[in-house]
């Protein structure tokens, strides 16, 4: 009888230390898979950071040429899935260019950053601009964060005077200032005409008095071809710009604010 509860507690004692090796084999497993798991999650978090920061340094990058205050409505849009709205105001020129900056806008950062929109002023004078520029001033939705404008320089030869012309320009832009405060103002002056050259002179002195006024301009018209040669540039009428006129304002601008 004895030889049997022997046995029986040798064989519960061998149960025991075999069961608990197996219990803690078992913890072991599940702690070293645990951790792995955790180490993986790590591993692919701080890729993530990493990723996340090289995104931002690159992103950063590209909008470093542009006008501070575009910049930070940039990075805000880019927090919050926004959108950067530019306005144009100008004639058929400014059409056409309009769409040309989107797509540049779009190769650079993708196609829901920034929004063009373009206000025609065909037909009107500075005047007659002035008196519309607050709705001229609005894109389709929220409120700008940069405006170009071109005067309507060519609609204001002989009946509006270049300094009435600069007057306008300047009170556009302080408009802007007022009410949109964040929004940055740039000049766009007209091109040059291949057949009046007074215009011309009338065009130099409208950048040279926004400069003297510290008002930003684009700064394309060093580009642009001399005498003869703007005839190449330009549709009949001798100053609407043509495709070879349109790629030049493009270009200058696209080198000015590192948009390639």
Request: aromatic letters at 8%; proline letters at 3%.
């Amino acid at each position: 009888m004895k030889k049997v509860a022997l046995l029986v507690f040798f064989v519960l004692c061998l149960a025991s230390v075999i069961g608990g090796k197996l219990y803690w084999n078992h913890k072991i497993d599940r702690v070293k898979a645990a951790s792995l798991a955790q180490s993986k999650q790590d591993s692919a978090r701080l890729q993530g950071l990493s990723t996340d920061d090289s995104d931002q340094r690159s992103f950063e990058k590209k909008l470093a040429k542009l006008p501070e205050s575009v910049k930070k409505a940039a990075e805000k849009a880019n927090q919050k899935n926004g959108h950067v709205q530019i306005v144009m105001i100008g004639g058929k020129s400014e059409q056409e260019l309009a769409a040309q900056l989107q797509q540049t806008f779009d190769n650079r950062f993708g196609e829901s950053l920034f929004s063009v929109t373009v206000k025609t002023i065909d037909g009107l004078n500075s005047l007659n601009v002035m008196k519309k520029s607050a709705d001229l001033l609005k894109p389709a939705q929220g409120s700008p964060d940069l405006v170009l404008y071109t005067p309507p320089i060519y609609a204001d030869d002989r009946s509006v005077s270049t300094g009435d012309t600069q007057t306008v320009v300047r009170m556009i832009a302080e408009q802007l200032s007022k009410k949109y405060k964040h929004a940055a103002f740039f000049l766009n002056p007209p091109n040059y005409s291949s057949q009046l050259p007074y215009m011309n002179e009338r065009i130099d002195e409208l950048t040279d008095e926004a400069d003297n006024q510290k008002i930003s301009v684009v700064k394309y018209l060093s580009e642009w071809p001399k005498e003869a040669k703007r005839a190449d540039v330009v549709a009949a009428d001798g100053h609407t710009m043509n495709k070879s006129g349109q790629k030049i304002w493009l270009d200058s601008i696209t080198k000015q604010w590192g948009l390639k």
